[in-house]
C-alpha cells in the first residue's frame, strides 16, 4: 500500500475537520487557531501534489502572515470591547442547507466526468520553472501585483492614521 | 490520488467557507470563511496544474496567495475602522443600506 | 371668362382667408370695427365671385376642381374640392349675398358691443360663410359632413354669442345636442353608403345610379339614415326644438343662418342627393308626410306667440316642411326655389324685426304698436316680407309657394296637400297679427313687456343705413322675385291642376282677412276666437309638451346612462387599475424586505444564483 492515499486521507481529513470548527466554534480565538491548523494541512495537500515551492508560500504567508494579522485585530477589537466576544450562528439551517446544496452539485459535477487518474511525470525542477515563468510568461501580472501591493500599503497607513 | 479526490476536497473546503461566510455574525469571522474559500481555490489551482502538467496553475496560486495577504490585510483595517465609528463588529448591527 | 369653379372657390377662400386673419391676428380682432370692416370686405368679394360664378354657370359653365386628401392605394379614399354647377352656384350667391347683408347690417345692429366682442362676432361669421359654402360647394360626402359639422358649430358659437347670459348659453347647447342627434344619422348613411357604393363622390355616386350598377337593397336605410340629418339640421318635426330657442343668438345671426342658410342645408342635401331619393319612394313619402306636418304644427305654434323673433322661427320651421313636402312629393327642384326665395324674404322679416326690436328694446309685441307711423322705412320692408310670406301675388313667395302646392298634390300626397293648405291660411293669419299688432294701432303703455334686445328708446326711429340699406336691398329682391317670375313663368316641372293658384291666393288673403277682423277691426274678439280653439291653443302655448317630453328622455335616459357608465368607470375599470396597482404596491413592500443591508443575505443570494446555475447547465440545459 502506498504511502501516498493514506497521508491524502489524513491531510484531508485535518483540513475539513478544522475548517468545520472554524466556523462552528464560539469562541473566536479559537477560531482562528483552528484556521491556522487548516492552513497549514493544506500546506501538506500541496507537498503531496509535489508542490514544495508553493507549500514552503503557503506557511509562510497564510498561516504566519494571515494568521498574525487576525490575531492582532481580534486583540484589538477584543480589548476595545472589553471582553471576550463570543458568537452564535445565525440562520444556521439556511446555510446549511446552500452550502451542503452547493457542495452535492459541485461534487455531482466532479463526479460525472472523468479526470485523469495518473499523474504525468514533473516537468523538472518545479520551483525553478515557476520562477522562469513569473519572469517571462507572467511577466506582466508579476508588476501588476506589485502595484497593488503598493496600493494596499498606502491603503492601510490611511486607514492607521490616527483621527484628527 | 486522483484529480477527483483533489477537486473533491476542495469542493468540501469551498462548501464549509461559504457555510462560514452565510452564518456567522462577527466580521472577522466572516474573513475567516471568505479565508477558507479561497484557500480552496488553492487548492484547486495546484491540483489542475500537477495533473496538467502546466506549472500556469501553481503560478497563479502565487498571485492568489498574494492578492488575499493584501485583502485581509485591508479588511481587517476596514473592520477597525467600522469598530471605531459604530462601536460594534456584529454584521447585523451594519444594515444602513437597508431598503 | 374665368373658369366658373376658379370663381367658385375664390368665394370660397375669401371668408376663410378673412377668418384665418381675424383669428391669428389678436390685436386686429380685439380692435373691434377694423375686424368687422374687414369681414364685410371680404364677404363682399366673395359675393361679387358667386355672382359671376353663378352667371358663368348659367351660360353652361361647369366645374369640378379636386384635391385628394386621404392617400389610399388604388387612388385617394376622398377628395377636398368644388363642385360648380347650376344649383351650387345658386346657393352659393344665396349664402353670400345674404352673408355680407347680414354682416354690413350687423355693423349698425352691434354697434354698441364692446370692440373685443365684435371682433369674436365678425370671427364666427367669416367661418360661418366658409363653412357653408364649402357644404354647398362640397364633391362629395365627405366634405359635406366636415362642413356641415362646422356649420352646426358656428351655430352653437353664434347663438351663444351673448354666452354671459345663462339662457343663450342653454340654447346653443340645445341646439348642438339636438342637431347632433340627426348628424349621427347622415353620418352612418354616408358610411353605409360608401359600403354599398365604394366611393363618396357625388358624380361618381350618381354614374353608378343611373347606370343601375347600385343595389337596391338597403338604400331605404341609407337615405333614412342621410334624411335624418335633415331633420336635425332642417328642424323638421321631432327635432325642430331648437330653433325657438336659438333665437337667443342676435337677430342678424337669426336672419343668416336660422333662416336663409344653416337650416337650409337639410334641404339642400336632400336636393343635391335627390336621384338617390328617387330609388326609394317609400322614403321619399315619409319625407313628404313629416314635412307638411311640420309645416302645420309650427304654424299654430306661431300663432301664440308674442315675441317677435319667436313667431319668425316657428315660422321658418314651417316653411323648411314646405320646402321638405315638395321634395317628399318628388319635386325637388320646386322646394329648391322656395328655399331660395324663403331665405331672401325671410332674410328680410328677421332684419326689419331687427330694426324693430333695436328701437324699441323689446322683443314682445304687445310692447310694440303703431310703428307704422314711428318707422315708416321699417314699416313698408317689412310688409313687403310679410306679404311675400303669405304668398300674395307679385311677391316673392307667391310663386314658389304654389308650386309646392301644386307639387304635393301632383305626387299624390292628400293628407300633406291638405295640411299644407291649412299651414298657408295659418302663415297668412299669423304674420299679418304680428304687423297689426306691433305697426297698427296705438304705441303700447311704457314698461310693458321685458326688455329684450339691445338698445332701446323711448321713441322708436328707422333704423340708421348700415341697417336700413340690407332691409331695402332684400325687400327690391323680393319683389323683383315676384315680378319676375311673373313676367317670365319659368318652365313647369309638372303640370299642377289650374285651381291651385287660386286656392292658394284665396287661403293667403282668408287668412289677411281674419288677422284684419280680429286685430285691427276688432271686429271679432281675439281672446273668444282663441277660446275656441282652447284645446289647440293650450297645447301650442306649452309647445305641444315636446320639449318636456326631450327634457324627460335627457335626464332619464341619456344622463341615467351617463351615471351608469360613470358607476363603471369608477368601480370597475378604476377598480381594476387600482386593484393591480395596490397589487404592486403590496408585491414591491413584501419585496424590498430582500434589501435587508446586510451583506450576508446578499452573499446567500449569490451563492443560491451560482446554486441554480450549475443546476441549469449540468442537469438541464
Known amino acids: 500500500m502506498s504511502l501516498e492515499p493514506i497521508a491524502f486521507a489524513a491531510l484531508g481529513a485535518v483540513v475539513l475537520a478544522s475548517a468545520l470548527a472554524v466556523v462552528l466554534t464560539k469562541n473566536l480565538f479559537h477560531s482562528v487557531l483552528y484556521l491556522a491548523l487548516s492552513l497549514t494541512a493544506t500546506a501538506g495537500i500541496f507537498l503531496t501534489l509535489d508542490a514544495e515551492f ?17 490575531v492582532f485585530a481580534i486583540v484589538v477589537t477584543e480589548r ?28 455531482g459535477v466532479v463526479r460525472s466526468v472523468p479526470l485523469p487518474l495518473a499523474r504525468p511525470p514533473l516537468p523538472g525542477d518545479v520551483t525553478r520553472a515557476i520562477g522562469e515563468a513569473l519572469l517571462t510568461r507572467f511577466v506582466l501580472p508579476f508588476e501588476l501585483l506589485g502595484v497593488l501591493f503598493l496600493a494596499a500599503l498606502l491603503g492601510a497607513i490611511y486607514f492607521a492614521r490616527p483621527d484628527e | 490520488m486522483g484529480l477527483q479526490g483533489y477537486l473533491m476536497l476542495a469542493g468540501a473546503l469551498f462548501a464549509i467557507g461559504l457555510f462560514g461566510v ?28 500537477r495533473f496538467n502538467g502546466d506549472p500556469a496553475g501553481m503560478i497563479f496560486t502565487v498571485f492568489t496567495i498574494s492578492i488575499t495577504v493584501a485583502e485581509v490585510a485591508l479588511g481587517l483595517a476596514l473592520v477597525i475602522l467600522i469598530f471605531r465609528v459604530r462601536r460594534t463588529v456584529i454584521a447585523d448591527h451594519l444594515d444602513i443600506l437597508r431598503g | 371668362m374665368t373658369d366658373v369653379g376658379t370663381l367658385a372657390l375664390t368665394a370660397l377662400l375669401l371668408p376663410a382667408a378673412a377668418f384665418l386673419l381675424l383669428s391669428v391676428a389678436v390685436p386686429l380682432r380685439r380692435s ?18 358667386a355672382v359671376r360664378a353663378w352667371w358663368g354657370s348659367t351660360r353652361g359653365g361647369f ?70 359654402m364649402g357644404l354647398v360647394l362640397a364633391p362629395n360626402f365627405v366634405q359635406l359632413f366636415v362642413c356641415w359639422e362646422l356649420v352646426g358649430l358656428c351655430s352653437y358659437l353664434l347663438i351663444g354669442y351673448w354666452y354671459q347670459r345663462p339662457e343663450a348659453a342653454r340654447a346653443a347647447v340645445k ?17 353605409l353608403l360608401y359600403r354599398q357604393a365604394g366611393t363618396f363622390d357625388f358624380l361618381q355616386l350618381l354614374e353608378l345610379v343611373d347606370a343601375g350598377r347600385l343595389p337596391l337593397a338597403g338604400l331605404g336605410v341609407i337615405t333614412f339614415c342621410i334624411y335624418l340629418g335633415a331633420v336635425g339640421k332642417s328642424a323638421q318635426f321631432p327635432l325642430h326644438v331648437w330653433l325657438p330657442d336659438a333665437m337667443e343668438g342676435p337677430t342678424p345671426v337669426s336672419a343668416l ?48 306667440q308674442s315675441d317677435i323673433k319667436r313667431v319668425l322661427a316657428y315660422s321658418t320651421v314651417s316653411q323648411l316642411g314646405y320646402m321638405m313636402a315638395a321634395i317628399g312629393a318628388g319635386f325637388a327642384s320646386a322646394g329648391f326655389l322656395h328655399l331660395l326665395t324663403h331665405g331672401a324674404f325671410k332674410a328680410l322679416l328677421f332684419l326689419g324685426a331687427g330694426a324693430v326690436i333695436h328701437a324699441v328694446g323689446s322683443n314682445d309685441i304687445f310692447a310694440m304698436g303703431g310703428l307704422r307711423r314711428a318707422m315708416p322705412q321699417t314699416f313698408i320692408v317689412f310688409l313687403v316680407g310679410t306679404l311675400s310670406l303669405a304668398g300674395i301675388p307679385l311677391f316673392g313667395g307667391f310663386f314658389s309657394k304654389e308650386e309646392i302646392l301644386g307639387a304635393v298634390w301632383v305626387g299624390g300626397l292628400g293628407i300633406p296637400f291638405a295640411m299644407l293648405a291649412l299651414a298657408a291660411f295659418l302663415t297668412a293669419f299669423y304674420m299679418f297679427r304680428v304687423v297689426f299688432i306691433a305697426f297698427f294701432g296705438a304705441p303700447a303703455a311704457p314698461g310693458h313687456g321685458a326688455p329684450g334686445g339691445p338698445g332701446g328708446a323711448a321713441h322708436p326711429h328707422d333704423a340708421p343705413a348700415s341697417m336700413s340699406v340690407p332691409l331695402w336691398i332684400l325687400a327690391l329682391a323680393s319683389v323683383a322675385i315676384g315680378v319676375g317670375f311673373a313676367v317670365k313663368h319659368p318652365e313647369a316641372e309638372l303640370a299642377a291642376p289650374a285651381w291651385i293658384t ?36 293650450d297645447a301650442a302655448a306649452n309647445r305641444f309638451w315636446l320639449d318636456d317630453a326631450f327634457l324627460v328622455i335627457y335626464r332619464r335616459v341619456i344622463l341615467g346612462f351617463s351615471r351608469l357608465v360613470g358607476w363603471i368607470d369608477r368601480y370597475l375599470v378604476d377598480g381594476v387599475v387600482n386593484l393591480l396597482s395596490a397589487w404592486a404596491l403590496g408585491a414591491g413592500d413584501r419585496l424590498r424586505r430582500i434589501q435587508s443591508g446586510q451583506p450576508q443575505d446578499y452573499v446567500y443570494g449569490v451563492a443560491l444564483g451560482v446554486l441554480l446555475l450549475i443546476v441549469w447547465f449540468r442537469w438541464l440545459a
Request: charged share 10%; glycine share 10%.
Open chain 3, 175 to 191: 341646439a348642438f345636442w339636438t342637431t347632433k342627434a340627426g348628424d349621427v344619422g347622415l353620418l352612418i348613411g354616408i358610411v
Open chain 3, 32 to 49: 373691434g370695427r377694423p375686424a368687422a370692416y374687414v369681414s364685410v370686405l371680404f364677404a363682399a368679394g366673395a359675393l361679387s365671385s
Open chain 2, 22 to 49: 452565510i452564518t456567522r455574525r462577527n466580521t472577522i469571522g466572516i474573513l475567516l470563511g471568505i479565508e477558507l474559500m479561497l484557500n480552496a481555490v488553492n487548492i484547486n489551482l495546484v491540483a489542475f496544474a
Open chain 3, 257 to 304: 343662418i336660422h333662416a336663409a342658410t344653416m337650416v337650409t342645408a337639410g334641404v339642400y342635401l336632400l336636393v343635391r342627393t335627390a336621384w338617390l331619393f328617387d330609388k326609394t319612394p317609400e322614403v321619399l313619402e315619409i319625407v313628404g308626410w313629416v314635412g307638411a306636418f311640420t309645416a302645420l304644427l309650427a304654424a299654430t305654434l306661431a300663432c301664440v
Open chain 1, 80 to 107: 476595545l470591547v472589553g471582553d471576550r466576544i463570543t458568537q452564535t450562528s445565525r440562520h444556521l439551517v439556511n446555510g446549511g442547507l446552500v452550502a451542503g446544496a452547493l457542495l452535492i452539485a459541485v461534487w
Open chain 3, 63 to 132: 366645374s369640378l376642381w379636386l384635391w385628394p386628401w386621404i392617400p389610399m392605394e388604388a387612388g385617394p379614399l376622398t377628395s377636398l374640392g368644388v363642385l360648380a354647377d347650376a344649383d351650387s352656384t345658386l346657393m352659393l350667391v344665396l349664402v353670400a349675398g345674404v352673408s355680407f347683408l347680414v354682416q354690413l347690417y350687423s355693423l349698425g345692429y352691434l354697434a354698441d358691443e364692446p370692440a373685443p366682442s365684435l371682433g369674436r362676432y365678425y370671427t364666427y361669421q367669416s367661418l360661418f360663410a366658409f363653412s357653408m
Open chain 1, 54 to 70: 508553493l507549500a514552503a508560500v503557503q506557511l509562510l504567508l497564510y498561516a504566519g502572515g494571515v494568521i498574525t494579522i487576525v
Open chain 3, 502 to 537: 287660386p286656392l292658394a291666393v284665396a287661403l293667403a288673403l282668408g287668412g289677411i282677412l281674419l288677422a284684419w277682423l280680429t286685430y285691427h277691426r276688432r271686429a271679432i274678439d281675439a281672446g273668444r276666437l282663441s277660446d275656441a280653439f282652447a284645446l289647440v291653443r
